[in-house]
């Protein structure tokens, strides 16, 4: 199950199962999100991102979910297997377009642990 | 070649070193950007260099010093680091053009301060 308090949330579910990881931001003028998958020992991975305009967007085995009015991301993982054990963090940018860069605001992050 | 290295990948200096964190990346990417993570906490960034040039700095400390010798290479210098700084350091690195801002990330630096 999924718990929120003084520690990073946690997901558990079982291999095979599907899993969905719920994010909340706060800049309404954020425009650009970005889903990342840290393992322990290592850099954030890029999983899947979106934009604005859009509000599903399919990767391989994952499909983020943008719900601009409550202001809310998710990520499915389909199929989940012991291997997407890891922190995932969703993050975002402001104003996407006016800069050659992104400043990344990172959430809080979620530890999914997937048993086989 | 996707990928930013790091080096080192650990270090451990006393509050009067002088130490240097090094990233280099061969992706032909215009951004580059510092962050530091401390554990159980999201990358949180530090400074973002664009064409080689500062663009941000987010109200950093002088004790970190960044430096952008030439668009495949970043430094972070150190020097008179608190305790408090001990936490992992990561560089990444991104294209310059609005297509995507997806930032490739080394695998960073776990710095402690003693």
């Excluded at chain 1, 425009?31 to 840290?38: A, H, S, V």
């Excluded at chain 1, 991102?49 to 943008?66: E, F, P, Y």
């Excluded at chain 1, 389909?78 to 800069?99: K, L, M, R």
Aim: hydrophobic share 30%; with cysteine.
């Amino acid at each position: 199950g999924e718990s929120v308090g003084l520690h990073l949330p946690t997901l558990s579910v079982q291999e095979g199962d599907n899993s969905i990881i719920n994010c909340a931001y706060s800049n309404s003028a954020s425009d650009y999100f970005i889903w990342y998958k840290q393992e322990s020992g290592k850099g954030p991975q890029f999983i899947i991102d979106i934009r604005s305009n859009m509000d599903k967007r399919q990767g391989q085995r994952v499909t983020v979910l943008l719900n601009k009015t409550v202001k809310h991301l998710s990520l499915q993982i389909a199929a989940t297997q012991p291997g997407d054990s890891a922190v995932y963090f969703c993050a975002e940018i402001p104003n996407a377009g006016g800069t050659s860069y992104g400043k990344l605001t990172f959430g809080q992050g979620t530890i999914l642990t997937v048993h086989p | 070649d996707t990928e930013v290295t790091q080096t080192p990948k650990h270090l451990v200096m006393g509050m009067t070193n002088k130490k240097s964190l090094k990233c280099e990346q061969h992706m032909g990417h215009r951004a580059m950007y510092w962050y530091k993570q401390k554990a159980k906490k999201p990358p949180e960034l530090m400074f973002v260099y664009s064409y080689e040039k500062l663009s941000i700095n987010e109200s950093v400390p002088s004790r970190f010093s960044p430096e952008c010798p030439n668009s495949s290479l970043l430094n972070l210098h150190l020097h008179a680091l608190q305790p408090e700084d001990s936490a992992l350091y990561l560089c990444a690195s991104s294209q310059d053009f609005g297509q995507t801002y997806e930032q490739y990330f080394g695998p960073g630096t776990r710095l402690t301060v003693t």
